[in-house]
């Protein structure tokens, strides 16, 4: 059976596939050593245990209740649990190209968003027809899928980016979307200029907690090598800086940028490991995103994803800067008609949610460019 045991530098909860007598932590690359698992007491199992809060020191210590005994899943982040008795095989981790779609709609709760699933679905399109993503190397996690570890619930979402980032290999190509509700909570170690961090809310977090985006760099930015590039596309709120990215491109409505260094005054490295990371995001960390018909005229979608989505299908997407104007401009285009529902503004600030009603006269939000490095965003070419 698999068992739990705690990384020896950062506590962070590791799985030990059967019969192996190490393991090495994703976060922090520290060897854990047990002399024989089959001593290990077996992990908690109570259906109530709550996460502590996640901080951000960037330490993990919530232990995690493990998959029934009779379907025991195969080694951690090579593939993902079945719902079934037999392992389904997902994405292989030697893929070229490989991918995670996270679009989680809170349906049946006070904070239901309507066009997150629909976006994931978009996006898994685009990947697959547009980029040539095989559909085997995308793991779609959106509360429609039957397995229950493809549930975009916080444990899965973590396994899910640790899966995306392991033993990538130079000329990879890797993306994460995100669509569904994002938050803010006060920074108490110094590395947020505006004194907040971000955060992405998964499907269970009133009771489990949001994931910080200290975790998500140190999940899926640091560790990446040289060779590989990753994109995000967070669609949103305060999704500005989701990645803890070091510089934000800073760009007027005349399309003159400058890049803000972002990095924090500790000189703590925010970076990866000699790859590179390209992030698009919903709004700046101030603002909210739409969930909202009024772009689609069809249907709901994120704000973001669909001028990202329609940037890259009316050919407006041959750069970086290109994509980042083409974007703004049909959400500035439509922002009087898009004062429906907020795409997310979970606020811990306030200790409340500011999900639905008016954004206020119409729709304020810019979609945000980051990376783990600068560059000419008009002489990139854009490509996933």
């Known amino acids: 059976m698999l068992m739990l045991v ?178 803010q909570q006060r920074n108490y170690n110094g590395d947020e200029i505006d004194g907040y961090d971000e955060t992405l809310c998964p499907l269970d977090f009133e009771t489990q907690g949001m994931i910080v985006d200290d975790e998500i760099n140190a999940t899926m930015v640091k560790p990446l090598p040289h060779g590989v590039k990753l994109h995000a596309i967070i669609d949103a709120c305060h999704s500005g800086t989701m990645l803890d990215l070091p510089f934000l491109c800073r760009m007027e409505r005349s399309g003159r940028y400058v890049w803000e260094d972002h990095s924090p005054q500790s000189g703590i490295w925010k970076g990866t490991n000699g790859g590179e990371v390209i992030s698009f995001s919903g709004c700046d960390d101030d603002q909210s995103s739409a969930d909202t018909s009024s772009l689609s005229k069809v249907t709901s979608t994120g704000a973001m994803t669909f001028s990202f989505i329609q940037a890259i299908e009316r050919g407006h997407g041959t750069t970086y800067g290109d994509m980042l104007t083409s974007m703004r401009t049909t959400i500035r285009k439509n922002e009087t008609d898009m004062g429906g529902s907020s795409g997310g503004a979970v606020s811990s600030l306030l200790g409340m949610l500011l999900t639905g009603g008016s954004l206020g006269g119409g729709l304020r939000q810019e979609p945000q460019l980051t990376a783990s490095e600068p560059f000419d965003v008009y002489t990139k070419r854009f490509t996933l």
């Open 6 to 183: 705690d990384c020896s530098n950062c506590r962070t909860p590791l799985q030990l596939p059967p019969g192996a007598t190490s393991i090495r932590c994703a976060l922090c690359q520290a060897i854990t050593r047990v002399a024989d698992p089959r001593s290990l007491p077996p992990p908690p199992v109570s259906p109530h245990h709550h996460y502590p809060p996640t901080g951000s020191s960037g330490s993990f210590n919530a232990h995690y209740a493990p998959p029934p005994a009779q379907q025991p899943p195969p080694p951690v982040y090579n593939h993902m649990p079945s719902f079934g008795q037999t392992p389904a095989v997902v994405p292989s981790v030697n893929g070229r190209k490989r991918a995670v779609i996270c679009g989680i709609s809170y349906k049946r709760t006070k904070h239901e968003l309507k066009g997150c699933i629909n976006d994931a679905k978009c996006m898994k399109y685009l990947l697959t027809n547009k980029f040539k993503f095989p559909e085997s190397s995308i793991l779609m996690l959106t509360e429609e899928e039957t397995d229950r570890y493809r549930i975009p619930t916080k444990h899965n979402i973590r396994m899910a980016m640790y899966w995306l980032v392991k033993d990538c290999q130079p000329g990879d190509s890797l993306v994460f979307h995100f669509s569904g509700h994002g938050s």
